[in-house]
Nanobody, 115 residues
């Protein structure tokens, strides 16, 4: 099983980034997917979630209206479009594949929002 995030980097406040999470080794279309983040000294928190079909999503209040989660079940990939980034969005972002009784984490990608 592989869960590999990419797309992180350094961006100025107000800027945008698109994270990708490419997966393999399991039946992607059966799994709900979510993005989580962890800032230094803080607990990991979920920021966005999408069900296996992609027909339903949910977001943390702190990112609603700025972040969009999507998935492509043909490419076994989930995305996180992040707009109007703020300094408080700085964190390591992780992808998580969830199915009842099991789940897989990626290694994370660093997002730094700074001028």
């Amino acid at each position: 099983v592989q869960v590999v995030e990419s797309g992180g980097g350094l961006v100025q406040p107000g800027g945008s980034l698109r994270l990708s999470c490419a997966t393999s080794g399991f039946t992607f279309s059966n799994y709900a997917m979510s993005w989580h983040r962890q800032a230094p000294g803080k607990e990991r928190e979920m920021v966005a979630h999408i069900i296996n079909t992609g027909s339903r999503t949910m977001y943390a209040d702190s990112v609603k209206g700025r972040f969009t989660i999507s998935r492509d079940n043909r490419k076994n990939t989930v995305y996180l479009q992040m707009n109007n980034l703020k300094a408080e969005d700085t964190a390591v972002y992780y992808c998580f594949a969830r199915l009842t009784g099991t789940g897989y984490w990626g290694q994370g990608t660093q997002v730094t929002v700074s001028s």
